[in-house]
């Protein structure tokens, strides 16, 4: 047994190991992409710091409606590359995919400096950075669509809820760990603002400084996964069938998709807006690492562990249930957030999200590796294109519609802000995903899923 393989036998983890060596480095390489992810927001899409920075380069109300755009444009792009391509090795396209995502990120930084370097104004140096937004989000999510199919072969249903639970446990109290740092390092180093992070130039320097550490981080992590035992050689696809009558004939990921379709409308519609709304609240950056630190990742723990318990003994949609109803329960109470009680219900806001990702971390790909073909990356990848075109759609009618409901607002005085109505109506787009969700299936002795008679 390899030595990577021994905590995690020694944790309850020993059917997982036994035939897999190195499975290890699958279970641990999360943890360099949860800290880029989670402090970035690169592809986990929270945006905090990441919104912070962006509004210290020049970026409004209505510029920030441009980078939910980006990532749903990256997701749209990631179907084309995966249906184009067509590896042979999933492993190897996750890993090569994951190096060449996690560099561009890099350009988030890097392009800014050669702006100011060259002359560059503000508005260009905006467009720059959504551009490594785009690159990344095409680029990595590339590699997500080769890693379902790779652990959806490498590791059993059975085994899923004890595997995926060990990655997003480890990885989160690391990550937990990390955010004490995050919190030691914002309030000795950023300005404490009564309007909020984002505010005052001289955080910039050292806003940078934190988001790229945190890359680096994440691009150093690749090195575990590239460590990890490879796609059992039966399990590789040698020739792809064609994917219409496959679709036609599974129920269960028409419905998937067409919930992930409208759950990604509200996500871009919100996505870039929840940050504000803590902001203009008037969360110090300091404050916000505190209570990540001790309420939203002990909480994203239960999560986890009650998922990974779960797993084995119902189906991840219903595990999915719960995540959806708990984000929408926290999102409306964010919206009530205000300065006098950031003492209660910061974290209390924090506590519901932290259930709900911890959930989700799990339930979402555990789902789609019980209703997906073995093997063949492109249903995952359509998946993740459809729910991004849409989102896409929806999304090149925010900078207009952004601009008048701030005109609006800026007219009316008294009525909520522009970040409160964009995360409302990503509640009411959450809503209405929620019978695609609920619909009842029951489950065949093959797994295949049907609709009950």
């Known amino acids: 047994m390899q030595a990577i393989d021994r905590p995690v036998a020694a944790l309850g983890g020993k059917d997982l190991v036994e035939g897999r060596p190195g499975i290890g480095w699958l279970v641990f390489e999360v943890t360099p992409a949860f800290i880029w992810t989670q402090i970035t927001g690169a592809m986990s899409m929270e945006f905090y710091y990441f919104v912070a920075y962006l509004t210290l380069l020049g970026a409004t109300d209505t510029t920030l409606a441009w980078l939910p755009m980006m990532v749903s444009l990256g997701g749209v792009g990631q179907t084309v590359v995966v249906l184009l391509r067509r590896p042979s090795d999933p492993k190897r396209a996750c890993v090569i995919d ?173 996505s870039a807006y929840i940050p504000k709304l803590y902001l203009q609240a008037g969360v110090a950056a300091e404050t916000m690492a505190w209570w990540q630190a001790f309420a939203m990742y002990p909480a994203m723990l239960v999560g986890i562990v009650a998922t ?78 459809l729910a991004s075109l849409a989102a896409l759609l929806v999304s090149t009618a925010l900078p207009a519609a952004v601009s008048a409901l701030d005109a609006y607002c800026a007219s009316h005085p008294g009525v909520p802000p522009v970040a409160w109505w964009m995360v409302a109506a990503g509640i009411a787009a959450r809503i209405l995903a929620t019978p695609m969700l609920v619909w009842p299936e029951r489950v065949q002795a093959t797994g295949a899923y049907t609709r009950p008679a």
Request: hydrophobic share 55%; glycine share 10%.
């Open 98 to 270: 994951c190096l060449l995502g996690r560099c561009a990120w890099s350009g988030t930084l890097l392009w800014p400096i050669f702006g100011w370097w060259a002359g560059f104004g503000a508005n260009a140096i905006i467009a720059g950075v959504f551009v490594s937004v785009f690159l990344t989000q095409l680029i990595a999510s590339v590699s997500v669509a080769s890693f379902i199919v790779w652990t959806q072969a490498l590791v059993p249903r059975e085994l899923r809820g004890v595997f995926y639970a060990w990655r997003q446990l480890s990885s989160y109290v690391v990550v937990a760990l990390v955010l004490l740092g995050v919190y030691w390092y914002t309030h000795r180093f950023l300005s404490h603002s009564p309007a909020g992070l984002g505010h005052e130039p001289a955080d910039l320097p050292y806003l940078m400084l934190m988001l790229g550490a945190a890359t680096l981080v994440g691009i150093i992590g690749v090195w575990p996964l590239a460590l990890a035992p490879g796609m059992p050689p039966a399990d590789r696809v040698v020739e792809y069938r064609p994917m219409l009558p496959q679709l036609t004939a599974n129920a269960a990921l028409l419905r998937h998709v067409g919930w992930m379709v409208v759950t990604s409308v509200g996500v871009n519609l919100s």
């Open 308 to 385: 990974g318990w779960a797993l084995p003994r119902v189906h991840a949609r219903r595990t999915l249930v719960f995540a959806h109803v708990i984000t929408i329960a926290a999102e409306l109470c964010l919206l009530r957030l205000q300065h006098a009680g950031i003492g209660w219900m910061l974290p209390a806001v924090l506590v519901l999200f932290g259930v709900a990702k911890g959930i989700w971390s799990i339930a979402w790909i555990a789902r789609l590796q019980e209703i997906v073909p073995r093997g063949d990356p492109r249903f995952a990848a359509v998946f993740m294109g």
